[in-house]
């Protein structure tokens, strides 16, 4: 016959509560995720569905351009001016039509391209000089002025630098 001692009666049933302490302490969390994996929960794969969201806005921004080209393709094929419309019927056209201006003139304004325009001017560096010199001018004033640290307001009164009281 086996000979029990006391330590045998009084560990074993203790044994199921204390081995999750024990692996604990052999081997702790580190962290919520891995709390998480250890509880059978699957951790969320942010960056796998960050790249699905690049992938959706990428396929969205191509369908987008694509619309934009095919839009462009159909207004081309139009004319680019609506048919002009006439309001006389005389035989000579010299009614009104006739004198009205288009809706929307050739000017050197509708043939500039500003945005490149403004490219050049911000790559040159061409600053305001009208603000630039005014500023200059607001700083230099701050500092001359005609009291400039003459005075001292003290308890008694206005004590200049030489001592007398003004």
């Given at each position: ?91 000579g056209g010299a009614g009104p039509a006739g004198n009205l201006p288009s809706s929307r003139p050739d000017t050197a ?58």
């Amino acid at each position: 016959m086996p000979v029990k001692t006391g330590n045998q009666n009084t560990v074993m049933p203790l044994l199921p509560r204390l081995l999750p302490q024990i692996e604990g302490i052999l081997t702790p969390v580190r962290g919520v995720r891995d709390a998480q994996v250890r509880a059978g929960i699957t951790p969320v794969n942010h960056a796998r569905n960050n790249v699905h969201a690049v992938r959706e806005v990428s396929r969205m921004n191509s369908l987008k351009k694509l619309q934009e080209t095919e839009d462009a393709a159909a207004s081309a094929t139009r004319s680019s001016r609506p048919p002009s419309r006439r309001t006389s019927t005389s035989a000579g056209g010299a009614g009104p039509a006739g004198n009205l201006p288009s809706s929307r003139p050739d000017t050197a304004a509708s043939q500039r391209n500003f945005v490149s325009e403004n490219k050049v001017v911000a790559a040159a560096g061409v600053a305001r000089g009208v603000k630039a010199e005014k500023r200059s001018e607001q700083q230099e004033a701050y500092l001359v002025k005609q009291d400039y640290g003459r005075y001292v307001i003290g308890v008694i009164g206005i004590v200049c630098r030489c001592g007398c009281r003004s």
